[in-house]
């Protein structure tokens, strides 16, 4: 049987980022990471649609937590130990810079995730840290103060294991066996599926709004992208994210209120309408748009408030006015379904976070039994606070496993 000081299951970005500070910290170690698939950190390489949104532009950790719906409170301390600076800081020890966007998302100037994907496998070799791939995880137990460690083809003993194998079941499955609570998952960050002729034509057009689910507490505001299958955009996702269990319990079938005029009431919008019908009296409504809407956009609302591309200005009757004032500030849309966010499946679910120490992330059940990543019942918004939960969450745990 191998032996080895750590083993980390999960050749994703938490079990690097984890095995490559442990081995910084002390030489020593010999530590194996064990992956299931055939390739490592799969999801680094498609997240940010393949450019690798390392993390975000927030550098308070007061403000950075607000970002998550599950692990705000609990990563408070962790932030003010390991945060997105050091994370800068850390890749660019390794030559790799990176680079702000105007929402304030992380990106390698590469525009590339296999430069990520590159520094992680150079670390590990220049660190001599063993890669074992096709090593699925069937038992893990605790014998004479090791761990022993059963895959599909080997058996390995260590004194300290992580497990970073995100939203595996199988391995919440062994957990909950060892007297783990794990909340079940569901999915948190996804797209909105509507049909409806308001939007059928005009996939591509993005625009702030605001939008609430109806006959819930959930509202947020941002840009909203339309797609040739519903709603998405930050708007929608931080939706999906801090909804994602009541959403889930309504079978994804609900409706939501859109105000295409962020910050505006129906009432200001009709004054203003009332403004427009005089200033502009013989424009044609339809086709020049206002309140700084795409052109396409303002021409489907004007439609669905029954006013004819010949209508202008001077025409509008009252009814008219009030249905304008309506679809502009408050038009309601009949959600049915959900899809996955580009190629970026998150879940919210995991171990129980009162399980857990978080200064070291060990677990509270099993002395030397760490955790990392989406193991974890934690989850964020889009934007790259995805990774920095991974960053943080696999440099505090590499630092207690390596004394």
């Not at 032996?3 to 095995?19: L, V």
């Not at 689910?213 to 939706?239: Q, V, Y």
């Not at 052109?295 to 001077?314: G, N, Q, V, Y």
Request: with cysteine; aromatic share 8%.
């Amino acid at each position: 049987m191998d032996s080895y000081d750590i083993i980390i299951a999960g050749g994703g970005a938490a079990g690097f980022f984890t095995a490559i500070n442990a081995a910084e910290n002390n030489r020593n170690l010999r530590i194996l990471i064990l992956e299931r698939g055939k390739e490592v950190l799969t999801k680094v390489k498609v997240s940010g649609g393949g450019r690798c949104n390392v993390t975000h532009a927030e550098f308070i950790p007061a403000e950075l937590v607000k970002k998550y719906p599950r692990g705000e409170k609990e990563l408070r301390g962790p932030f003010h130990k390991f945060m997105t600076g050091d994370t800068i800081a850390w890749f660019e020890k390794r030559g790799i810079e990176l680079k702000t966007e105007e929402d304030g998302r992380m990106f390698p100037v590469t525009d590339s995730s296999q430069t990520i994907i590159d520094c992680f496998n150079n670390e590990c070799k220049k660190l001599n840290i063993e890669l074992r791939k096709g090593e699925s995880l069937k038992k893990l137990q605790h014998e004479n103060e090791h761990w022993k460690l059963i895959t599909n083809t080997s058996e390995f003993q260590a004194e300290k294991v992580m497990l970073a194998t995100g939203s595996n079941s199988k391995i919440w499955n062994m957990l909950d066996k060892m007297g783990h609570t794990i909340i079940p998952a569901v999915p948190s960050l996804f797209t909105f599926n509507i049909k409806d002729k308001r939007i059928e034509d005009l996939a591509g057009i993005a625009t702030d709004a605001e939008v609430k689910i109806l006959d819930r507490k959930l509202e947020s505001s941002g840009p909203l992208l339309i797609t040739h299958w519903g709603m998405s955009g930050p708007a929608i996702l931080k939706l999906s994210a801090w909804g994602a269990r009541e959403l889930n319990e309504l079978n994804y079938d609900f409706s939501i209120r859109l105000n295409w005029l962020p910050g505006r009431t129906a009432e200001e919008i009709s004054e203003e309408l009332k403004k427009l019908k005089f200033s502009i009296s013989k424009q044609q409504v339809s086709t020049r748009p206002q309140f700084e809407l795409p052109k396409r956009l303002w021409h489907s609302i004007t439609a669905a408030a029954k006013i004819s591309t010949e209508t202008k200005w001077a025409d509008l009757n009252k009814e008219q006015l009030a249905k304008l004032a309506r679809e502009l500030t408050s038009a309601v849309f009949k959600v049915n379904g959900k899809s996955t966010f580009k190629e970026e499946f998150v879940t919210a679910g995991g171990i129980d976070l009162k399980e857990v120490d978080f200064k070291t992330f060990e677990s509270k059940l099993h002395k030397n039994l760490f955790f990392a990543g989406e193991i974890l019942n934690i989850d964020a918004i889009t934007g790259g606070f995805n990774f920095q939960n991974a960053w943080t969450g696999a440099f505090l745990a590499a630092k207690a496993m390596s004394q």
